[in-house]
């Protein structure tokens, strides 16, 4: 078994380093070619394989063990927003107007983490680790360009974790959550046809902006009548754009949205019921309307017999007392997009510190995470390594 604090003295400094180079020099998705180029070099230092599945940006490594077992994944996405940092600290983004507001500094280091430590005892092994430095989660894109590229169908794995920061989880604890645990996003976009004219005479008009307005409020009852009170959805418009002068009724609305749900059923009845009430409100109102609904990812759902896996790697290191159950959040991540095609189990790692005032939220512009939590995750992931190649050696019939 792995030991914390022996951990600490040998890697943490290490690890913090190559988390705040990070910081200080973010790139937006597709464009992380800097922190490509410094992944590569540092897998290449612990003699870590790369494997080319044809990207510009993002890595694939691959550490061979001492018998040819299972593989397993470890998934860290790679880039950055642009977003201006307001921090005032040492390793403050040196890139204007692009920062690590969303802590994926933090995921990438705490990966490469478990690289040094796994590395440092690959004749232990009894299977291969595979390290899965993702780009452009932000746009919901990198994800489903490695799976095309043949992550998981040309270059296999077994078993995949991933991890996600939590700037309301203190440092010190990991939050581990059977079931759902970030939710299935979905975009819509809508367009309101009616017809316009001098905003004096409406009544010689068919008023989409009238109309419009009353589709967002009717789209709302969805969730509070269509959707159990003990299941969770979100129905979000994000932009409403119409118009070109106070006096006059624009004839064209355009609406965009985000939809969110967790159970696989809501989700399927989400896209029904939305454009049901889109065109009976359009119908009452005597315009037209159009719904483009488009299934972007599905939610991040842990298995309960993963989830059991996962409960003990990080017990043996953190103890009973350093792991809590969290609240979902409704918020989306695109490694479920992996755990299409493998099981997966995703968890978060908390690096929230009150005293440091890092507790922000992410793609906050004062976003930080206290990085003594990274040798943490590091540790723990690797437990989950040695734990997930047992677990597949065991059930060899096929793992759930």
């Known amino acids: 078994m792995l030991n914390l604090d022996e951990m600490k003295k040998l890697y943490e400094e290490e690890v ?25 070099d540092k897998l290449v230092s612990l003699g870590i394989e790369i494997i080319d599945i044809g990207l510009e940006t993002g890595v694939v490594g691959l550490l061979k063990g001492k018998e040819d077992g299972p593989t397993i994944a470890l998934r860290g996405d790679i880039d950055a ?18 920062m690590h507001a969303c802590g994926h500094d933090i995921h990438t280091a705490t990966v490469m983490g478990a690289a040094i430590i796994l590395s440092s005892i690959k004749d232990e092994l009894r299977g ?32 995949i974790f991933g991890l996600h920061n939590n700037p309301e989880i203190p440092w010190g604890k990991i939050a581990i959550k059977k079931g759902g645990l970030m939710a299935a996003v979905d975009t819509i976009r809508m ?9 004096a005479i409406p009544n010689a008009t068919r008023d989409p902006i009238v109309a419009a307005s009353a589709m967002i409020m009717n789209l709302q009852t969805i969730v509070s009548r269509n959707v159990s009170p003990l ?5 979000s418009i994000g932009t409403f754009n119409s118009g070109t002068a106070n006096n006059v009724i624009s004839e064209l609305v355009e609406m965009t949205g985000t939809v969110r749900s967790f159970l696989p059923e809501t989700r399927q009845m989400l896209p029904k019921r939305i454009k ?37 790697a990080t017990k043996e290191i953190v103890g009973e007392e350093g792991i809590i159950d969290p609240i979902p959040s409704m918020g989306g991540e695109d490694f479920s997009i992996f755990t299409e095609k493998i099981p997966g189990f995703f968890f978060w790692l908390g690096v929230g510190n009150k005293e440091k ?35 597949v050696i065991q059930n060899k019939n096929g793992v759930k």
Not at 90 to 96: M, R, V
Not at 144 to 155: D, I, N, P, R, S
């Open 81 to 98: 927003l642009p977003i201006q940092e307001l921090n005032d600290v040492p390793y403050k983004s040196k890139i204007d107007g692009v």
């Open 231 to 235: 299941d969770s959805a979100v129905i």
């Open 276 to 312: 049901e009430v889109l065109d009976y409100t359009a119908k009452a109102y005597m315009v037209d309307v159009e719904l483009d609904y488009i299934f972007d990812l599905p939610a991040v759902f842990n298995s309960e017999e993963l989830t059991k896996l996962a409960y003990d």
């Open 16 to 40: 913090i380093d190559f988390r705040r180079d990070l910081h200080m020099h973010p790139e937006l998705s597709f464009k992380e070619y800097r922190t490509t180029e410094k992944i590569k």
């Open 128 to 159: 291969n680790v595979m390290f899965v430095f993702q780009p452009a989660e932000e746009i919901n894109k990198g994800a489903k360009l490695m799976v095309e590229k043949g992550l998981f169908t040309e270059v296999k794995a077994d078993l």
């Open 357 to 391: 005032d890092m507790t922000y939220v992410w793609h906050s512009p004062k976003f930080d995470g206290d990085d003594r939590a990274l040798i943490i995750g590091s540790t723990v992931m690797s437990n989950m390594v040695l734990k997930g190649i047992d677990y």
């Open 191 to 199: 367009r309101v046809k009616g017809k316009g004219g001098h905003g």
